[in-house]
């Protein structure tokens, strides 16, 4: 099906038309359209437009009115009902109560709602999540975690080639330990599975690797021999030893088992092609030192290689530079992530690459990018973090627990699920314990996605399950229940079916969820292009607010209704319905149909 125009671009064609029109010496000026309180569209264009051709904004403004037809002038399928000049010259528009349903009619007729696909649809390699082997994951990772796909979730939905990156922690120096003390407790890590459940495999694999890290971690600092042997160890991983590599794939897959526990907690897809971790580009790393020394881009200072940038100097006023290579022949973060870039740009053919990372790290990644770019890996403007605030207790403070530790993910659902159960089971008292158990999961966390998306990227947010999970105010749990109170509507519409009236006038109530419907696409696309998925969890919210006020100012099934009217009001539930469960999808919330 061909995009579905929207009603601001439809009148803004119009009186993009009716200015060439009636004021061809303007050229294609733009009218400068936006909502309005006072219409539903006003045009401010004709101040600029004025000042250029030197005369009376009112009187170009009322020459253009003169060139739009309306209902008032019996046009038999207007999309204007009004338009007047204002104030100094601006433009008040007022569509037509049909083209307001005939425009969602179309809407509603197509499967992905009117919104059209990208026009040049490219390649984008999108790094997130990013956690650790043998690590916990921590509440530092749900940011990077949901904002990274949603967005992924977003550009596929428009089109985009997306390749996702979970750039994992899986190479360094403690690896030696950890593979030392496998070696001489090799049932360290055996386990038989006899669960499918992924959540608690999971949390098994990650009891078994806290086990070994433990132990290892505490015969390292009591036994020197110990320490020596796990030190011999980094250098055979190193240098691609066969025993050695084989424990370290076992730790490996032991951390993907309990990654994928998590995420789908989270309810977050992980495939093992999406994991390419530091270890990955080993290989390259020495070919990326020759080529930027070689380039001059990078030099030897003091044994180690560097990039020096004329803007980033420390607080004695020297310059700090980026370190690829570490004076002992070690490479750091620097050098993995040129050789990602390199990977990403010439191998995988990325046109953008993005990484949802930590905003501490904004100083590391604007080193990187010019870096790549100095060597010629990186084309101008193809990268781009996209740094994100922290997460805050409800003392304003970075989120931990009473002993001050970094609060584990797992610990953070398991409490938003808690927390879900009890408001699903005391709004619901008719449930089973199995369906209290399955919405409380989709509430719970869903409501601390919602609360992580809702909140712009750069901010940081303070983390209250309680507001989280409540039915009021700002939260998943509202949009959740305006869904589920529109499907319990259609389930009780009996035979009636939805189904577009254009013929029929509407309420403002009506008209102001009508407009709110048609602005879907235009938010997915200015979402997908700035990357700012806070907006489309605010127009969610505007549009679970629109409906409420709909549904106290409109009864959809009251008896004296006209069946025409039943119709035409269950169509704008069902849209309005269909674009929530879109939109929550594309934030990888749950719409459950009950709650």
């Known amino acids: ?68 037809p309306t209902a008032d002038d019996a046009d038999p399928d207007p999309v204007v009902r009004a338009i007047e000049v204002s104030g100094p010259g601006f433009l008040n528009i007022t569509v037509a109560d049909s083209a307001i349903t005939s425009t969602l009619a179309l809407r509603a007729a197509d499967d992905r709602l009117g919104v059209p696909y990208a026009e040049r649809p490219g390649t984008t390699v999108i790094d997130y999540s990013q956690p650790n082997v043998a690590k916990e994951m921590h509440v530092g990772h749900l940011r990077s975690t949901v904002i990274g796909d949603a967005i992924v979730q977003i550009l596929e939905h428009r089109g985009e080639t997306v390749v996702r990156r979970h750039h994992i922690g899986d190479w360094g120096t403690q690896f030696g330990m950890l593979i030392q003390y496998l070696i001489e407790h090799p049932h360290e890590l055996d386990h038989a599975s006899d669960t499918a459940d992924a959540t608690a495999e999971g949390e098994a694999a990650m009891s078994r690797l806290n086990r070994l890290y433990k132990a290892s971690r505490a015969l390292f600092d009591s036994d020197e021999e110990f320490k020596d042997r ?62 930027l020394e070689s380039s001059g881009v990078a030099v030897r200072s003091e044994g180690a290689l560097c990039v020096f940038f004329d803007d980033v100097k420390g607080p004695d006023g020297k310059p700090v530079p980026l370190i690829v290579q570490k004076s002992n022949g070690g490479f750091g973060y620097a050098a993995t992530d040129l050789a990602a870039i390199r990977d990403r740009v010439g191998s995988l053919k990325a046109d953008t690459l993005l990484y949802v990372v930590d905003a501490r790290q904004a100083l590391h990644f604007k080193m990187v990018f010019e870096t790549a770019r100095r060597a010629g890996w990186l084309p101008e403007g193809a990268a781009r973090q996209l740094p994100f605030g922290t997460v805050l207790g409800k003392d304003g403070k970075p989120f931990k627990t009473r002993e001050g530790e970094t609060v584990r993910l797992v610990d953070l659902l398991d409490e938003a699920v808690d927390r879900a159960a009890v408001v699903v089971a005391e709004k619901a008292p008719d449930l089973t314990a199995e369906e209290v158990s399955e919405r409380a999961a989709q509430v719970g966390i869903g409501a601390v996605k919602y609360a992580d998306l809702s909140t712009s990227l750069t901010r940081d947010y303070i983390f209250d399950l309680d507001r989280m999970v409540s039915l009021n105010g700002d939260t998943s749990v509202y949009l959740q229940y305006a869904y589920a109170r529109i499907q319990s509507i259609l389930r009780k519409a009996g035979t009636a079916v939805p189904k577009a009236r254009p013929e029929l006038p509407l309420s403002p109530a009506e008209r102001a969820l009508g407009l709110h419907l048609d602005e879907f696409a235009e938010t997915l696309a200015a979402v997908a292009e700035t990357y700012e998925p806070h907006k489309l969890a605010a127009y969610l919210y505007q549009l679970a607010s629109a409906f409420t006020t709909f549904y106290d100012q409109c009864p959809v099934l009251k008896k004296d209704n006209s069946p025409e009217l039943v119709e035409n009001r269950l169509f704008f539930c069902d849209l309005t319905a269909r674009t929530l469960r879109q939109g929550m999808a594309l934030l990888g919330i749950r719409t459950p149909e009950r709650l």
């Open 1 to 68: 099906m061909a995009p579905v125009p929207s009603l601001a671009a439809t009148v803004h064609q119009r009186l993009a038309e009716a200015l060439a029109a009636a004021l061809p010496e303007a050229g294609a000026a733009d009218p400068l359209l936006r909502r309005s309180d006072r219409a539903d569209f006003q045009a401010n264009g004709m101040l600029a437009l004025a000042k250029k051709l030197g005369g009376n904004p009112r009187e170009l403004a009322g020459q253009v009115v003169d060139r739009i």
């Open 230 to 291: 796990a030190r011999r160890r980094v250098v055979d991983l190193q240098a691609g030893d066969e025993e050695t590599l084989a424990l370290w794939h076992k730790i490996v897959d032991e951390s993907k088992i309990y990654f994928r526990g998590v995420y789908t907690k989270l309810d977050v897809e992980i495939r093992d092609e999406d994991v390419v971790g530091e270890s990955a580009y080993n290989d390259d790393l020495h070919a990326v030192c020759r080529e």
